[in-house]
Structures are given as C-alpha cells and as structure tokens.
C-alpha cells in the first residue's frame, strides 16, 4: 500500500481483499490500531452504530394523533417559557 496526501492529512488505499473481509463500503468509518513492529490492523469502527442504537432504544413514541405545529413552536418570545407559549400567556 503507498500513502498519499489528502489535503492536510495521508491517506492510505484499503486493497479490496481488506474491503471484502470487512465488508466496507464508501462512507463507512473505520479504525486503525498500531500492533507494534510498524504494524497496523484495520477493523470497522462500530462506535457510531453503536451510539445510533442506543439513542434508538431510548425512544419515546409520540402519542396517538400527535401533530407537530412549528408556527405554535415558534410562537414564543425569546424569554418566555414553552408552557406559558401554548396558552398565550406572557412570562412573569
């Protein structure tokens, strides 16, 4: 493999056979651990997946019939509070 510059960083191409084994595709993110002995090893960075399951699981459903209403949403002054901005009270 030869590394090139890619703007201010290097770059190194993946040969297919390492994109193979790890089933890569463009985009995917992935992690380089030194292994000692100028030696790297290659493995998909499953941390983003990961986070993106987590915040999944933690998921509320909204109730049955909800609508957002962004004009009701934007309808608040800067300072006043989103439960006073529903009735159209001002803030104290």
């Given at each position: 493999m030869k590394v090139a510059k890619w703007g201010n960083?290097?770059?190194v191409r993946l040969p297919a056979s390492v994109v193979a084994?790890?089933?890569l595709k463009e985009g995917d993110e992935v992690e380089l651990t030194?292994?000692?002995h100028g030696e790297f090893e290659v493995s998909l960075d499953e941390r983003r997946r990961?986070?993106?399951?987590?915040?999944?699981?933690?998921a509320v459903p909204l109730p049955p019939g909800y609508?957002?209403?962004?004009e009701?949403?934007?309808s608040r002054?800067?300072?006043?509070p989103v439960e006073n901005a529903k009735h159209g009270t001002a803030a104290a």
């Open positions: 960083s290097l770059a084994e790890l089933n030194p292994t000692g990961k986070a993106l399951e987590r915040m999944r699981a933690l609508k957002f209403d962004r009701e949403a934007n002054g800067p300072d006043e």
